[in-house]
C-alpha cells in the first residue's frame, strides 16, 4: 500500500468509527461471557455496531489490524492509536505473553513514572503530620486506633451521602470555573463488597447512565474527608468530562471511537490526573474543611509510597523488604491492605500498570500548573475536560498554554 493509499484507509477508519467501536463492544461481550476483565468503563456512542469473537486471538488480530490502519496524524489520531496499542499489550499480558516491564508501561499508561524522592515523601509526610497534630494525632504506629476511632466513618449511608449530597454545589462550582459541566448527573449509587484497591469505581453507557459503586469490603477505610475526596474525584472529575465528551460527540465534536474508554490504555492517565486534581483548580484551602486536606494528603502520600513500592517489585526486590517499606512508612494501614496492595500489582495484567497512574498524574499535573496564571489554568482544565488526551498530548497542551 502506498502513502497515499495508507492515509486514505486511515482517515476511512476516523470516519468509520463503527469499526474501532464494534470491536471493542465485542470484546467486552467476550470477556463478559467468559467471567473476565471489564473492558470498556464508559460507553458514550450511539453506534450499535458490536463483532462478535470466539477467541482472545481473534479479537487480538482485529485490535492490529486496527492498528496498522490507523496511521492519521491529528489529534484524534494518535489518541486513538494509542489506545490501542494499549488495549494490544494488555490483551497480549491477558493471554499470558511475558512483556518487560518499560514496554508495558510504555504503551499501556503511555509514561515511564520515575520513583518519588525522599524529599519529597518526607516533605508530604511532614505536610500531614501538620495536619494530623490539630486532631491530636501523629503519622505513627501509636496513632492508628486514635485515629480509627475519631476520624473513621462507618455508616455507609453516612459514607453515600457524603460523596453525593452537594454535588450540585461542586456542579455550579465548576461551571463558574468555566467547564461545560451539567447541571445534575444522570446518577445511580450502588453498594459493593469487593476485594479491590479501590473506594469508588465509575462507569456507565449511553444508553443506562452513571454508576458508583461504594466498596464496603473490610480492606477499604474512609476518613471524615474522604466522602467529599471521592466526589470530587469521581463525580466532578470522571463523572462530569464522560457527560460533557457524551455531548461532544452527539454533537460530532468528538470522534465516537473515543467515547469508549479504557483503564489498561494511556487515556487513563490523563484521567485520573483529573480526578486527583480537581481540588486544586476549584479552590484554595480555606475553600475546603480540614478533614479534606487531611484525606486528600493521605490518599496522595499512600499513593506516593505504593507506587515506589509497584516499582520495587518490578526491581524483582524480595516481598518481605517491600513490605517493610510500606508498613514503616504507612502506620495507618493493616499488613493485610499492604499485603492485599502489593499482590495485586504484583500478579494483575490491569494493575500492573493502571496503579501507577494515581499519584504520578497527580504529581505532573500540579508540577505542569504550578507557574500558570488563573485564566492559563483555566484554559488547561478546560481543554483536559473537553479533550481526548495521551500523557504526551497533555504536556504538549501544557507547553502551548505556557508560551
Known amino acids: 500500500m502506498d502513502r497515499h493509499s495508507a492515509l486514505a484507509t486511515s482517515r476511512s477508519l476516523l470516519d468509520h468509527p463503527e469499526r474501532i467501536i464494534a470491536v471493542y463492544r465485542g470484546w467486552e461481550a467476550f470477556e463478559r461471557a467468559q467471567g473476565g476483565p471489564q473492558i470498556i468503563d464508559f460507553d458514550l456512542s450511539s453506534i450499535d455496531d458490536a463483532a462478535s469473537f470466539n477467541s482472545r486471538r481473534e479479537i487480538l488480530l482485529a485490535l492490529e489490524d486496527l492498528c496498522e490502519q490507523l496511521n492519521d496524524s491529528s489529534h484524534e489520531g494518535e489518541f486513538l492509536r494509542a489506545k490501542l496499542q494499549g488495549s494490544i499489550f494488555y490483551l497480549r499480558a491477558l493471554m499470558g ?53 475519631k476520624l473513621t466513618i462507618h455508616d455507609p449511608e453516612e459514607i453515600k451521602q457524603g460523596i453525593v449530597r452537594n454535588q450540585e454545589l461542586w456542579l455550579a462550582r465548576l461551571r463558574e470555573k468555566g467547564i461545560p459541566s451539567p447541571e445534575k448527573l444522570d446518577l445511580h449509587v450502588e453498594y459493593t463488597k469487593v476485594d479491590a484497591y479501590w473506594s469508588t469505581w465509575i462507569s456507565g453507557s449511553f444508553e443506562e447512565g452513571i454508576v458508583l459503586r461504594i466498596n464496603l469490603h473490610s480492606r477499604r477505610k474512609y476518613d471524615l474527608g474522604k466522602p467529599l475526596l471521592l466526589c470530587l474525584h469521581e463525580i466532578c472529575g470522571h463523572g462530569v468530562q464522560m457527560a460533557i465528551w457524551r455531548e461532544l460527540i452527539a454533537r460530532e465534536e468528538i470522534n465516537q471511537a473515543c467515547g469508549l474508554t479504557t483503564v489498561h490504555s ?35 502520600y ?70 500558570f496564571t488563573p485564566q492559563q489554568k483555566q484554559r488547561f482544565f478546560v481543554e483536559v475536560y473537553t479533550r481526548p488526551l495521551t500523557p504526551a498530548q497533555l504536556q504538549e497542551l501544557a507547553q502551548r498554554i505556557k508560551d
Open 97 to 149: 505473553q511475558q512483556i518487560s516491564f518499560d514496554e508495558y508501561l510504555k504503551h499501556t499508561l503511555g509514561i515511564l513514572p520515575e520513583p518519588f524522592s525522599t524529599q519529597e515523601i518526607d516533605d508530604t509526610r511532614d505536610k500531614i503530620n501538620e495536619l494530623l497534630s490539630s486532631f491530636g494525632l501523629q503519622l505513627q504506629e501509636e496513632y492508628r486506633e486514635k485515629f480509627e476511632a
Open 266 to 300: 494511556p487515556e487513563v492517565f490523563v484521567a485520573e490526573g483529573l480526578g486527583q486534581t480537581v481540588a486544586d483548580f476549584l479552590g484554595d484551602e480555606e475553600d475546603f474543611p480540614p478533614e479534606f486536606w487531611l484525606s486528600r494528603w493521605l490518599h496522595y
Open 302 to 371: 499512600t499513593q506516593m509510597i505504593l507506587h515506589n513500592a509497584h516499582l520495587m517489585i518490578y526491581e524483582c526486590m524480595p516481598v518481605e523488604e517491600i513490605l517493610y517499606y510500606v508498613q514503616k512508612s504507612l502506620p495507618f494501614s493493616s499488613p493485610l491492605m499492604i499485603e492485599a496492595e502489593i499482590r495485586d500489582r504484583g500478579t494483575n495484567p490491569l494493575y500492573r500498570a493502571y496503579q501507577l497512574s494515581y499519584a504520578a498524574a497527580e504529581c505532573m499535573i500540579r508540577n505542569l500548573i504550578q507557574d
